[in-house]
């Protein structure tokens, strides 16, 4: 029982949310924002520009830097870290840092100095590859072809080897610049690595988050020795060790202890992916309960019992921090294509929320938007592709309501059809992020769907589920009753489908599979 810490380092902010188990309440949720609070970095969006639309790196300085910002903002309004009896937390999945150094060798941060120009000069690259990127596809195809197929990977792995997967940008990274490859002495996932920053070490690779590498072998929950050496040459070396979700990885640093006010000895319990994070922050660990997540991803994921693949090969299985699995299918055209069709018509999201709810019809009246405004890991597309279908005004971008629906109905009706292999039609369907507090939006969903839509009243779920699992792991709670507290669903948010939904979408269904059949997707 007692206060529990958990920080989410997503694509474009870090938050901070202490949950109080002992009273059921949240007492603190912020975040900073990189783009806003760090323009230095330059990367408005979270990562680093690029002419080169598959090419996705982020400055890892600034999520460092992000950290000590947020700890002092914090800790200035009166937080009390002294306070906090466990840490726990998530980073976005597949992004990796690479140093020149093991952590647990370095000597303790110094707390009269900022952690940012500590870190630099144990970097052996200065920018990380994170799960935008797309521009692996000889590796994959290497990869797999080392380990005899496809399917040889998705058995080890749980997924086919992918883009934006951490042994494939390994691969890449050993290609494109050998020397720095070899100096390196250590890579982490944004997970681990920030782990490793609150306790001033070497913190190990969750299995969850780790099984977004192509290199976790899923049976054991170990690295798997093909496809460790299928990778890169050394590279068994410079994994740190993949551990159980509620392993303690170490305790705070004294840096935070000196300089924020943490206690010494606060445990810090390994950081998973911001997926499988969210899983718990949605109450959904145990089979049954699909999670729709709106954020600069959009992803689909539920709890499985047993690892079961995507004949399609667009899906993944991670490991689910209760125990057992996750599917998760995930989409790059999320928040980032929401915000650009927004932009185009200069709708507010209150405007965007009355077009689909009370100027336009489930159909949209046959017309369609392919909303790919960035390269697509689902489908598979490595250049941007947007294209219009229907009416002249509505094709000449002339028909504000009707486009606002559109883009939301075509990344409903693609979650769909790329989730349907996880089951059974799911009835019920929790949403998460910040496009789902949008009523248009969670409507389009239900109506796509066919489901009941339901938003939980606490906003980040993933850095709730970081809160939660350092509650259960340090204070021992049961996740029963941290979900009793703290995963309620907010009624007010509840969304039923439409009459005659389910009639409006068959044609349009239809329409877009033979629109993404025609671009070979
Ligand atoms: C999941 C994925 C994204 C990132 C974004 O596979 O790539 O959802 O985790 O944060």
Redesign the pocket.
Known sequence: MGLYLGLDS??QSLSAMIVDSDSGRVVLDESVNFGKALPQYGSPSGFLPNDDAQLKHADPLMWVEALDLLLGQLKATGTDFGAVDGISGAG???GSVYLKQRLSEVAAWDPSRDLASQVRPLLSRPSSPI??DSSTSAECREIAAAVGGDARVVTLSGSRAIE?FTGPQIRAFYKREPAAYAATREIHLVSSFFASLLSGGSAGIDQGDGA?MNLLDLSTGTWSPELVAATAPGLGEKLPRAVASRTQVGEIASYFVKKYGFRPGTPIIAFT???PSSLVGMGATDPGTAVI?M???D?VFAAMRKPHTDPRGFG?V?GNPAGGFMC?I?F?NGSLARERVAERLGLSWDAFARAILEETQPGNQGNLLLPFFIPE?TPKLLAPKVELFGSERFVGWQEPAALARAIVEAQALSMQRHSDWIGEQPRLIRVTGGASKNRGIRQVLADVFGAEIRALSVGNASALGGALRAAEAVGKVPFASLYEAFAATDPASNVSPSAGATAAYAELRQKFVERLTALGA
């Open positions: 997503s694509t976005q999945q597949h799960w935008m934006r977004g992916g911001d997926n997540s954020g600069t991803s992803t993944h991670f998760l995930c790059a890991m």
